[in-house]
């Protein structure tokens, strides 16, 4: 029997399934175009969520259900637009809105106080609805998941009838895609929470339902069963298009200098960052430092952070080299080992270590005192020219604590 019709079919279920990947290669590049560095993460949240991904304008958006919540996450980098938003449909009869202290909250005429005093020295919470909100707020599960919802002070929750809502004024980074999956499990919490409420069963949840493009799904089933021969070939072609790459390429991923080995192991995906230096800051506020730090001003500070007696102990300011968030800080702080923080800004004037025994002498912007240090913090100062514009980030017992200085030229550091 002749080879050749065999040849001619099996050229053309090639052709079919190259022209299959390409379209969706094109069609997923599209929906991530400007968006690549969350690649991942998105992916995972698809699956999470069994989800369709799209773009709305210039915006990201993944659709599906959350544990029969229907959910959207909302990824942006629009000005003036939370670069973080999920809404998740839930059996919510009453109005609820949390915003950091200082923001100005457009929801909500009676303010309402939670079981925790810490959470509202951080967080306003108002209402249209006093007695369904203060029945809500009375049980130490719904506040326990406020705590973990609200978990920075760029963090807004709302509670709608029918829905919740969540946004952060920049996308988390990094593990984007984990700080999203837990937002959605409290989210789902909550919504079991609010399930118990008077009334909760008159709301309806239907679950979201996406649209089904059944011929895509017919040609990927027979893409999927005529093209192994293909595949195994795109394997071999990519494996030997691996091993020639060149040299050049393998050093982009060496890690940053100034990191010691010793570092290296903890510090989650440093590659295509590098540690800061004296002209990465402010020249104001180096001015300040240099008036009590005597040694070399740098991205790497080091302390005692877990107060235990392990030593010195690292923490980094990194600045991205390259992509979207070219130029921003990262901020990452070892503790016994671990990584206590990991969180990025768009600047940053100065850091500098707090040593523990000099909390005591600060004052502090809240009334009430922040938690005890298990050892040193890292005061980060975001505007020279603010004094109120310090941080302070530092474990207690064990876990991460922040607070402000009145101001932070009147905070001793080292």
Not at 22 to 41: H, K, P, W
Not at 111 to 117: A, I, N, P
Not at 124 to 130: A, G, I, K, N
Not at 139 to 154: N, P, R, V
Request: a neutral charge; hydrophobic letters at 40%.
């Amino acid at each position: 029997m002749s080879l050749e019709p065999i040849l001619i079919a099996g050229g053309i279920i090639a052709a079919v399934t190259v022209a299959g990947y390409v379209i969706a290669y094109f069609r997923d590049s599209a929906t991530m175009r400007g968006y690549e560095e969350l690649t991942s993460d998105v992916m995972a949240l698809t699956k999470l969520l069994k989800a369709e991904r799209f773009r709305d304008g210039g915006d990201l958006v993944v659709s599906g259900n959350y544990k029969k919540h229907p959910a959207i996450v909302r990824f942006s980098y629009a000005d003036n637009t939370p670069g973080l938003n999920i809404r998740m449909k839930a059996p919510s009869t009453f109005t609820l809105s949390v915003v950091p202290k200082g923001a100005k909250a457009s929801e909500g005429r009676v303010q309402v106080r939670t079981s925790d005093e810490m959470f509202d020295a951080r967080f306003v919470t108002r209402t249209d609805h006093p007695t369904q909100a203060r029945m809500f707020l009375s049980g130490k599960q719904a506040t326990a998941t406020l705590q973990k919802l609200c978990c920075s002070t760029k963090t807004f929750f709302t509670v709608m009838s029918g829905s919740l809502e969540l946004s952060e004024m920049v996308i988390p980074s990094p593990y984007t895609g984990k700080h999203v999956s837990d937002h959605l499990d409290a989210m789902g919490k909550m919504a079991q929470t609010l399930a118990a409420m008077p009334g909760a069963d008159a709301v309806k949840i239907t679950p979201y339902r996406g649209e089904r493009n059944l011929v895509v799904r017919a040609a990927m089933v027979v893409l999927a069963l005529t093209g192994i021969t293909v595949l195994l070939s795109a394997v071999y072609e990519r494996s030997e298009q691996q091993s020639a790459v060149p040299v050049a390429a393998a050093s982009e991923l060496l890690p940053p200098a100034g990191v010691s080995q010793a570092d290296l192991q903890r510090l989650p995906g440093v590659n295509g960052y590098r540690v800061a230096t004296a002209d990465d800051f402010d020249t104001n506020a180096i001015a300040w430092l240099r008036g009590q730090h005597r040694g070399e001003i740098s991205g790497h500070l080091e302390g005692n952070f877990s107060g235990t007696d392990r030593g010195a102990e690292s923490a980094y300011v990194f600045i991205s080299e390259s992509g979207p968030r070219a130029g921003e800080r990262r901020l990452i702080i070892l503790d016994d080992n671990q990584v206590l923080i990991d969180s990025g800004y768009k600047s940053l004037a100065i850091a500098a270590v707090v040593p523990k025994q000099y909390f005591g002498s600060i004052e502090w912007q809240s009334k009430t005192a922040p938690p005890p240090p298990d050892g040193d913090g890292v005061l980060l100062v975001r505007d020279a020219n603010d004094p109120t514009s310090g941080l302070v980030l530092y474990a207690s017992q064990g876990k991460i604590a922040t607070a402000q200085p009145a101001s932070y030229q009147s905070a001793n550091v080292q």
